[in-house]
């Protein structure tokens, strides 16, 4: 009876007249949003299929406006049964109901370009799959029955695809603006292959330029495990769905079925508290669930484990950041921080952020914020996004970052780099450009950024606490030698050994690095590790080229492992000082060293070791009785 | 078969998980979409049936953040067939096919609020309407079938409404959490009473606070119009969409039936053009529709008419400011500007723009924006919302604001309010808190507020010009006695009269308002005309004194009406002045004055009458030969 209701609104008729929700507000978006959301589709595909993904977009500009674009993929192809539904019914998806970290989770994005494009062009769109176990490719060209939101097949054909195993290809006809720079699909896909480094994706723009960013890793990133909601923020009315849904059974089994992190005691505990031992489920009252839910809200919150999710991890942030500041060199690399996962609404979540400072990146400006969801870029809706809330309500002065007023985007030379991973990401609408205001999540986010914050106030507190010394140290250097001078005239006692005194009165272990360019590529790193304290002490050097070749190493000592330099210095006596040089051959990189193994003194002109680092390179057998001392006391004459 | 499809998700599930969308991301948000999707629906039926809306809300606190919210209306009911359906099934709604402007569009809103409710404490909602044709009131208890997307009934009665004609009451369970001040029930509340001054609305707050808005006007605002659309902006599918439900018929009578705008000749010419005279348009080929399409693309577009737009209008976009300055006293209002009706796909909208300055606003900060869109406050997601945008790309260093780098929200001393109507307002997401960028709107806005910006600086110019003139008036008022005074004394001629030398250095009309405070209550604003230019001049000054009494006026030429006064000044002679008093009742607003009918010479102390001044008030038959001539040359001794 409903079902015929004149007042009911399909949801395709309701994204017709609303396609600027879905990204589709002018033309510009509606290519960007409909080539993300191929992608998008495309990588979750391949990545669950455990292949590495080749992705390639074609758009070519047929007449005033009108677009032809193709995004084919060498992903797993679907069922030629699901082809239909997939492409041309809103709200149809496979992952809705899992707890499972993708990009794509509402089952609305690929079909809503299905939608514009045959709002504005009139045209269906032609979708071309094959699984491997097909023998031949099934191609279906379909539009959307906006009344029923469902597929309308207009042609259904099979087809021998060349040379391809097994892949999935759509060409859409839609009007557009093809444009470059900021916002762009040039700068979505360079984003996205920045933090999915084993993706190859090609772009072949309406003028036949062509854009590739080839993998850089054959490492696929580990699937994330398709999970069992969090028990912790669930509602009671999400428990009674949940309840309805399925067969009945005790309340324990329950418990223990539909939920992550429930253990055989709790699910108990559950049970006995709401004294419903002995009724099932589906016999459970409004006050039974409400005395359980009650019972859960007073449960310590665990951890969840992060098996479900995908972070885009160290390396990757700070790749991300260098690509956005280009050519500009920067002082700086913010050690980047990683939360612990936490949880909202039942769904895992975990943030990451990085940043970098100084140098030549502009200081009277807002800092730059670069946002991503699930290793997804976000390019839009900065100003409504709780990425950018919540970074604007943190107090950035304590930091050493100018704020007017104390919230608002800091100023500052400054790029931050946020991501959030989680199962699911709470978008502030269906065109997934900027995130809600989660409580959870924010605080989350504004811890993450406070620490982050308080790695950069240290780092700029070393400076200006190495500035001082550098100055005491030149004075007195300076001032030494003439009261030396001065006193052995006047006493005419012996000579006396600089170093030692100057070790005396600065205590620090000092670690100088001289960087040479040496011809196109080559660079020639000297660092020297000065003992200005008056014991003994030792150090390790952590040296990361990146990947390059390494020419030449000076110190036979040094472990090398895949362009991670370890150099263990052992023995180093007051006043004395050790040199490692080394020449690596590289276009782009700088070196990046830190320190680690000092006790009971400072280390001055390097950063420590950052605590996500992996260490665990092979070490190789070294000789405890250290023959790597060498006495370059040539200081000391 | 596909409607078994285990893939398909039904828009109750996908809000279930994504209830952050529809403006539920957090428990204060919750509390406050819920009442605002209920006044917004009870404005809108009040209004369509004729009636002047009374509205109570009562938010009362059961035990741990669980909230009984109710919301009743005096608006015309619900058909009781039709309850169910409303308020229990999302994308349900009589609006949504139709072109008018109207709050709630989507039929989505208060079902969302039902189903907020359910999930947070799993009770139902409980709703009651009553028809004036009705004898009882029926009352229904419903869910919603998260699956089916359908009403779920629980109980179903009558009842007797106690002294209620007709009305609607809807009471829901939820987790909330209730604060007052920024983007609070009670800001909403009061935002939405400003710009609806017809409407009476109470708050009864969780600790009994009431809080009560009462109509100001008897006066329910015009009934927009329901159109069709305009055929300008509206893409291929669209037709063939329309084409599919339309029953056959020709092409001419097809446009001329289905859209504003089209005359009997260009429907001909449409059907000439394509060549499609003999074929109906069920038959059309996707050419002919492309060719049509085309062909529509060429017409020249025609302004719309306002008749389907309802604006908020100067006098309201003033007191919406005034609101929110509350007690802080402003320099100057930018007096209001309209945009021209104009089409962004086929639905028409309005831009206003109001801002006031100075004084002591603080200067320091960023401009604070009020947005609404047909006439409701929009108080969240400004950072996402267009209307910030277009702010945000105007350089409003040229208008005399402060902006860090030419964009972004300006700083300065003031506050903007923006009203955009339409048929349909597109907003970024279901939870209706901002604008989303559409190019057609996003120009109009910006043209809009650069004329406000023109305004401002027109007054700050002149600001600057009158301070040059009164110090260059102080500095000949000092000067011209004493050379004088020593012409005197070497020539021995007679004195010589300053003002008429004055007048032939200053050539201007000099307004001098003077404003004394006379008891609580009471006001003395004094007006002095200086004629400063060498030929006889005359003026007009209108004085707005708002909707008090005044109590004396010293001119009896005067002509007063509905607390607006025109004095006309005519044969003033050079050098002389002219002096209006007047003495009013009130107790807040200052009166605003301004000018007209002045030529061939400035008039500096008070601003030209705006254009769009209601100036046909009646006019006292007034003698020609004037009689108003009061010689007042004191200072002329």
């Known amino acids: 009876m409903l079902k015929t209701d004149e007042n009911k609104i399909s949801i395709a008729e309701f994204f017709e007249k609303n396609r600027h929700i879905l990204g589709f507000e002018n033309s510009q978006r509606a290519l960007l949003t409909s080539v993300k959301e191929a992608v998008d589709n495309s990588l979750d595909a391949c990545e669950s299929a455990g292949i590495l993904p080749s992705i390639r977009i074609e758009i070519v500009e047929r007449e005033n406006h009108e677009f032809e674009v193709n995004i084919t993929d060498n992903g ?91 892949g999935l290809s759509i060409t859409l006809f839609m009007k557009g603006k093809y444009q470059r720079g900021k916002q762009s699909i040039y700068e979505y896909i360079k984003n996205t292959a920045i933090v999915n480094p084993h993706i190859t994706i090609e772009l072949i723009e309406p003028d036949k330029n062509i854009v590739k960013f080839a993998r850089v890793t054959d490492r696929i990133p580990r699937l994330p495990k398709v999970i069992k909601p969090y028990i912790y923020g669930i509602e009671i009315g999400n428990i009674m769905e949940i309840i309805k849904r399925s067969p009945d059974m005790s309340v324990k089994d329950f418990f223990l079925k539909n939920f992550s992190n429930i253990s055989t005691r709790i699910a108990s505990e559950i049970e006995s508290d709401a004294d419903v031992k002995n009724i099932k489920i589906h016999a459970l009252k409004h006050e039974h669930i409400k005395r359980i839910v009650e019972y859960i809200k007073k449960l310590p919150v665990q951890e969840p484990t992060d098996e479900a999710l995908i972070p885009i991890e160290e390396d990757l942030i700070k790749k991300g950041l260098k690509n956005v500041i280009g050519a500009l060199k920067p002082d700086y690399y ?47 809706q900065q100003g409504g996004c709780l990425i950018t809330n919540a970074i604007s309500s943190v107090n950035w002065k304590q930091y050493g970052l100018e704020q007017r007023g104390g919230s608002g985007i800091p100023s500052g030379p400054a790029v931050a780099l946020v991501h ?10 269906e065109a997934k450009e900027a995130i809600a205001e989660i409580p959870e999540i924010e605080n989350e986010i504004k811890e993450v950024v406070q620490r982050l914050g308080r790695r950069l106030r240290m780092h700029l507190n070393k400076e200006i606490r190495r500035k001082k010394i550098e100055e005491k140290f030149e004075i007195i250097n300076e001032i030494l030698p003439l009261i030396t001078e001065k006193t052995v005239a006047i006493t005419g006692r012996p000579e ?22 040496t011809g196109e590529k080559g660079k020639k790193y000297t660092i020297q590790v000065t003992n200005y304290t008056s014991a003994e002490q030792q150090i390790t050097v952590y040296i990361d080229c990146g990947t390059v070749t ?84 040539e200081q000391d004459s």
């Open 420 to 429: 959030v991973a989680s199962t699911k990401i709470p978008y502030t609408s």
């Open 550 to 633: 390494i020419k030449s190493l000076s110190d036979k000592n040094v472990v090398n492992e895949n362009g991670r330099i370890k150099w263990i210095v052992k023995n180093i006596d007051s006043g004395n000082t050790k040199t490692l040089s080394m020449e690596i051959l590289s276009a782009s990189d700088d070196a990046e060293i830190y320190y680690a193994d000092v006790t009971g003194t400072e280390v001055i002109g390097i950063e420590p070791l950052p605590g996500d680092w992996d260490i665990d390179m092979p070490v190789i057998e070294e000789n405890e009785e250290d023959s790597s001392e060498e006495d370059e006391d």
């Open 76 to 166: 797993p192809g679907i069922d030629k049964n699901k082809i239909a539904s997939s492409f041309g019914s809103l709200l149809y998806g496979t992952k809705f109901h899992s707890v499972v970290q993708a990009r794509g989770q509402q089952g609305i994005g690929i079909s809503a370009a299905v939608l514009y494009s045959q709002i504005t062009t009139g045209k269906p769109a032609k979708i071309i799959s094959k699984r491997a176990e097909d023998r031949v490719a099934y191609v279906v060209k379909l539009m959307i029955n906006l009344k029923k939101n469902e597929p309308e097949i207009m042609e259904k054909e099979v087809m021998m695809w060349e040379h391809v195993d097994h």
């Open 334 to 380: 913010v050690s980047p921080v990683t939360g612990k996962p936490k949880i909202w609404n039942g769904n895992p979540f975990i943030v990451e952020a990085g940043m970098v400072w100084g140098g030549d990146l502009p200081a009277d400006q807002p800092i730059q914020i670069l946002r991503y969801a699930n290793r997804v870029p976000l390019l839009f």
């Open 496 to 517: 006396i050994r600089y170093n030692s005194i100057i070790a005396k009165i600065m205590n620090v272990l000092w670690v100088n690095v001289i960087k040479e360019n």
